[in-house]
């Protein structure tokens, strides 16, 4: 991608410096997704609506916790 993001962590990032969590940004027709801890190590895209069902489904997941 080389186009400028706006990458944007969640509210639920945890550790001392808020560091350990993905990042988002938004794009035209799909969602990136990058690690906080590693942001020049590369992303991954998705269409809106299957970052949608992912985001549905951790967030039904009980069973994850945070690292």
């Known amino acids: 991608m080389t186009q400028s993001l706006n990458w944007r962590k969640s509210t639920f990032s945890s550790g001392a410096e808020g560091n350990t969590c993905v990042e ?17 190590h590369g992303s991954l895209t998705f269409p809106p ?19």
Do not use: G, M
């Open 24 to 40: 988002i940004a938004d794009l035209r027709a799909r969602i990136a997704i990058r690690d906080s801890k590693d942001p020049n």
């Open 49 to 67: 609506r299957a970052f949608t069902a992912f985001v549905e489904t951790l967030k039904a997941d009980t069973s994850h916790t945070a690292v």
